[in-house]
């Protein structure tokens, strides 16, 4: 497993980090740790 920057933007299944690096994934991991930080990055409308 590799950690990444944080994440700018995604569009389709690019991925542009914050240091302007765009890479293409089939799947996102997304590794909280022990606090869940859902909330803070997912729209209530996105549920």
């Given amino acids: 497993m590799q950690v990444f920057p944080s994440i700018a933007n995604i569009k389709g299944n690019e991925i542009t980090f914050e240091n302007g690096k ?3 994934y089939d799947a996102i991991i997304f590794a909280t740790g022990y606090r869940s930080t859902v909330l803070d990055w ?3 409308t996105e549920y």
């Fill in 22 to 24: 765009s890479k293409q």
């Fill in 42 to 44: 997912l729209k209530v």
